[in-house]
């Protein structure tokens, strides 16, 4: 997907194909093996990735996931992804991304934090504050990355905390981190409703895929006056055309660690949830969740991608074809909030002067707004979707970039 994506743009750019291998491909893939001692007594050896797409316009940025289902192809495509959407906002950052193929769930803590540690070991010689930072993804949290902090840091004899972002507070982390991705979907949903001229208060919206970026922008999206008719998560779907719960859906996730058992009233199908009549849909889970089956069936005034990737390439050809009558925020704006605080939270570590949580978020809502007024400007002059204008303008970025640095010999 990030491939085709990208061979569009290029197409749209009129990209020579001599420049094309250089923006494409990352500058750097890395596979390590990690052996760890279980708590068993047992050695297990698990297989870590990171991939740097580019670092022509500074360190290279992007998450850490732990998840069974790890591949190097999915993390060069989000690694990949990450670089337009820092060059589209701005950010002095090339992409990243990372992860080891293992289950957190299934893990001791003790074994958790081993294996962040070896990770971390093992990728010394390739990161640094000024050559990648690493962040919170799909199964780490803020205490795998006070582990990994501590682990560069005790590598390099003093503390560090510019080496990751999402850490906690109490190391340097920023307040509004672990809240700027949903903040940031919330918002430009918001952004998107008055572009069409339909109010926010009485608008009604719809979750797919409720963890922290899903239930923080149901959260703010209700603060804002949506009505939150419908959710889901990998074990259940809820759909109640009279607004959810939230508190008690929060209530029950906290306790259970999922959506299952909530209700049995408001039960609904996972697949059909993205297909009911809503003003906003808010795929906020996995990727390729919108296919060519089902884009022709949406029903929702604005789709905001709060995932990576949840629209293939087949279905923004068919969205295209509809005409314009859904609003799509692409994910490379939609969740950009989350690398945006990221590097806000880079920034106040390596200066050692922090901001309050309403600096931050005001800074966080500039700097989306200011990225939708481009990307709206570009879809209206070159009369593409928003998707394309976001790319172009990443990609552009990057490649003027390349350009005025040149080649080392």
Known sequence: MACQQFDTVADHLQMSESERPRLKYPKRSVIVSLPINCEDGSTK???GFRVQHHLTLGPTKGGLRFH???????????????????????LPYGGAKGGIACDPHRMMPREVERLTRRYTQEMIPFIGPQIDVMAPDMGTNEQVMAWFMDTYSMYRGGAVPEIV???????????????????GVAFLVARALERLGVKAGGATAIVQGYG????????????????????????????????LDLDALDAHAAKTGALRGF?????ADPAGLLTLKCDVLVPAAVERVIDARNAGELKCRVLAEGANGPTTPEADLVLERRGGDVFVIPDILC???GVIVSYFEWVQDLQQYYWGEAEVNERLYKALDRSLGLVEARARKDGVSNRTA????????????VGLRGLFP
């Open 45 to 47: 050896v698990y297989t």
């Open 68 to 90: 069974p289902d790890v591949t190097l192809g999915e993390v060069a495509a989000l690694a990949m992804w990450m670089s337009w959407k820092c060059a589209l906002t701005g």
């Open 165 to 183: 972002t999402g850490k906690p507070v109490e190391l340097g982390g920023t307040l509004g981190r672990r809240e700027a991705t949903g903040r």
């Open 212 to 243: 922290n970026v899903g239930a923080i922008a149901a959260r703010e999206m209700v603060s804002r006056g949506l009505k939150i008719i419908g959710v889901s998560d990998h074990t259940a779907a809820f759909h109640d055309p009279a607004g």
């Open 263 to 267: 209700s049995s009233e408001a039960l």
């Open 335 to 337: 969740n950009a909030g």
């Open 390 to 401: 976001a790319m172009a303008i990443g990609v552009e970025r990057v490649r003027k970039a």
